[in-house]
């Protein structure tokens, strides 16, 4: 399920061979800052308590799934929508998807690696939809957006999540009157229909997941949401759950989301105005169960975890450097300055011709070629690894968008 | 070697063939720590680090871990019986055992570990843009292939550790509780008991042979398809790391073995 993938549209080199380049002397000189910078930030290793509720294991009744032969795989999802997206697979090659007419020079580059990490199970999800209003003729075309969704019980709501969250806002969006898109209604209206097709919806016949579907086990599934939506003028980010949301703006963490935790001050009065509680146990979780307050899905902890995202809306500046999206296995252990501060450093990026390092004699990879987007990939990719350098235990999701306009 | 005398092994002592493969993992420890020390002298940057210096190294450590499960895989043959409560083992070792051996899924723990090591001590460097030729210098494409295999050896370990259970629960089987209670009741002749027994058992070892054949080949599977993603230094840098596990633990559990022993005699 999990995937690393840079992409821009209409990109049109081949990706790099999967083999990596030879080690020793490869030269990439990024932006020699201080050490210092990331290095400042000790983070105690995280036990096992950090995930999200005590699971249940239920292992699935058929057999072993052999392996399939690498070279034939790619990414085989078809999302409708979601624009030809070249993805990075596992021989190297690219796969050009479903395509949809998209002009290249509107989607902000990025980067995504998505993997399953110290974890025995994958429930991350993300979705990338460059453009994904453009089937709509009213609609301007330049609005992008980015999904992050962290499942907790078993992954069918946060894939539920990626193939649809994107479908739904473009209807919402459809639905609001030309050139004012009331984006927090929509956004709001947007998860509520997704949380009401995860509990509705008959998932059970396609869905081959852990839980097997099975109610009481279906009802505890759930996912967190973090969606950013960028247009020309602005970013629109909309938060359920505790993943999270960081732009990177001349230097500075600005968080565009806030962590819904059972004891954030105003999240647990209204549970407690719900009649539900917080009980400390393995940290703070509704009920005793989820350490979140705030979810797609996890009907039985209706109405005290709910799916209402909060949403904000910032105004883009020429100062905008980048944004990162991640599932909380990165935000655990890597801290938000910590996390601009290398991947601003990634972005910026001059990559001129290196001198070879010593020891070895290997040829400097020609590094002029690479593009920006390899520099999302680069910053995505040394994020998750910092990430499971720093004891994750959780699966991690990355994804970092671009957002200076002269690069 | 504090060898636990098995209670189950009437004479007191090991089988013959189980004495060679307990000689066998003796010399094989030995071997692995030239290995180790091949490795790490290899690793070293005055060393010439190009792929034909370092294949034939990582091939012949290679060789040594088919070498380790070829043998193994005789001696179960043979009698598996003792494979799952390997007393060539520390209780320590035992403990951690999953099917005889060391988990698969382990093997992402222990490269996402040593990487995050390596990654953490040259930060600076990485993040000016320098590669380190380690494994802090996964690669995307690298890491998506790590991340697909971690994924199909859970999988494929899951499958296993089922079809194990299923086995272990056939020890209550019918015919099982039958002969168990006939054998109590001594309704039967002792010579037909004896043979009715061994014809059930065998049963139930077959399976376990079958089990750890898989749990083995899936072991031996997962380390070469790890290898098969890395550059060779990286590859290095992983047995180093495999190799360093595998011997301080054994190291560490006998120690235990022997001071426990010590204070039981004291």
């Given at each position: 399920m999990a995937g690393i993938c840079c992409g821009v549209v209409g990109e049109s080199e081949p990706s790099a061979p999967a083999e990596p380049s030879s080690r020793g002397s490869r030269l990439r000189i990024l932006d020699p800052l201080p050490f210092k910078f990331v290095a400042d930030r000790a983070v105690p290793p995280l036990s096992e308590n950090g995930r999200k509720r005590h699971r249940i294991e239920v292992l699935p009744s058929e057999g072993i799934e052999g392996r399939k032969p690498r070279k034939a795989r790619v990414e085989e999802e078809k999302v409708k929508g979601v624009a030809d997206i070249k993805v990075a697979r596992t021989d190297g090659s690219l796969n050009s998807r479903e395509n949809v007419q998209v002009e290249p020079q509107e989607c902000p580059k990025f980067g995504l690696t998505s993997v399953c990490g110290r974890r025995r199970d994958m429930e991350d999800a993300v979705s990338v939809a460059p453009s994904f209003c453009s089937e709509s003729r009213q609609k301007p075309n330049g609005l992008h957006l980015f999904g992050v969704f962290d499942g907790h019980g078993c992954s069918h709501v946060a894939i539920k999540c990626k193939k649809r969250l994107h479908e739904i806002v473009r209807e919402e969006i459809g639905r609001c009157k030309e050139s004012s898109v009331q984006w927090k209604e929509a956004m709001e209206r947007s998860f509520a229909r997704m949380d009401n097709e995860v509990e509705w919806s008959d998932v059970a016949k396609t869905s081959n997941c852990r839980c097997e579907l099975q109610t009481p086990h279906c009802d505890a599934v759930g996912s967190t949401a973090v969606v950013a939506i960028v247009t020309p003028d602005k970013i629109i980010v909309a938060n359920c759950g505790d993943s999270r949301a960081v732009l990177c703006r001349n230097g500075v963490a600005i968080p565009l989301s806030s962590d819904h935790k059972p004891d954030r001050p105003d999240?647990?009065?209204?549970?407690?105005?719900?009649?539900?509680?917080?009980?400390?146990?393995?940290?703070?979780?509704?009920?005793?169960?989820?350490?979140?307050?705030?979810?797609?899905?996890?009907?039985?902890?209706?109405?005290?975890?709910?799916?209402?995202?909060?949403?904000?809306?910032?105004?883009?500046?020429?100062?905008?450097?980048?944004?990162?999206?991640?599932?909380?296995?990165?935000?655990?252990?890597?801290?938000?300055?910590?996390?601009?501060?290398?991947?601003?450093?990634?972005?910026?990026?001059?990559?001129?011709?290196?001198?070879?390092?010593?020891?070895?004699?290997?040829l400097a990879v020609g590094a002029n070629a690479e593009s920006s987007d390899k520099a999302c990939s680069d910053a995505s990719i040394l994020l998750t690894k910092l990430a499971?350098?720093?004891?994750?235990?959780?699966?991690?999701?990355?994804?970092?968008?671009?957002?200076?306009?002269?690069? | 070697m504090a060898a636990p005398t098995n209670p189950t092994w009437r004479n007191g002592s090991f089988p013959p063939e189980l004495e060679s493969f307990h000689e066998f993992f003796e010399c094989w420890l030995v071997k692995q720590n030239q290995d180790l020390h091949d490795l790490i002298s290899a690793s070293s940057p005055a060393r010439d680090a190009s792929d034909q210096a370092l294949r034939p190294l990582i091939d012949r450590v290679v060789r040594h871990y088919e070498h380790y499960y070829t043998a193994k895989s005789r001696c179960a043959k043979q009698s598996v019986l003792p494979m799952f409560s390997p007393a060539w083992r520390s209780s320590l070792e035992d403990a951690f055992l999953w099917i005889g051996g060391w988990r698969p899924s382990m093997a992402f723990h222990l490269l996402y570990s040593k990487s995050g090591l390596q990654l953490e001590a040259h930060l600076a460097e990485l993040l000016r843009g320098l590669t380190t030729g380690d494994l802090a210098d996964l690669s995307a494409s690298q890491l998506a292939l790590i991340d697909d295999l971690q994924g199909s050896t859970i999988r494929e370990e899951k499958g296993i550790t089922e079809k194990f259970a299923k086995l272990q629960e056939t020890v209550a089987d019918a015919s099982m509780v039958e002969l168990s209670h006939a054998a109590t009741e001594m309704t039967r002749d002792e010579a037909a008991m004896e043979e009715e027994v061994e014809g059930a058992l065998a049963a139930k070892e077959e399976g376990l042979e079958e089990i750890l054949e898989m749990a083995d080949d899936l072991r031996l599977r997962t380390l070469k398809e790890i290898l098969n993603i890395l550059c060779p230094m990286q590859a290095v840098h992983f047995l180093i790391a495999a190799a360093e596990l595998h011997l301080r633990i054994h190291e560490w559990g006998k120690k235990k073995d022997e001071t426990q022993a010590q204070t039981r005699h004291t």
């Open positions: 999240e647990l009065e209204r549970i407690q105005n719900a009649g539900g509680r917080v009980i400390y146990w393995d940290g703070a979780r509704v009920l005793g169960v989820l350490a979140m307050s705030r979810a797609i899905g996890d009907n039985y902890l209706k109405p005290y975890v709910i799916p209402d995202p909060e949403v904000t809306i910032m105004d883009r500046t020429a100062e905008d450097e980048c944004l990162i999206l991640a599932s909380d296995g990165l935000w655990d252990v890597v801290s938000n300055d910590t996390a601009c501060g290398v991947a601003r450093m990634c972005l910026r990026a001059q990559r001129p011709p290196s001198p070879p390092r010593s020891p070895g004699s290997d499971l350098a720093r004891h994750s235990t959780d699966n991690v999701s990355v994804v970092v968008v671009d957002l200076k306009r002269d690069r | -």
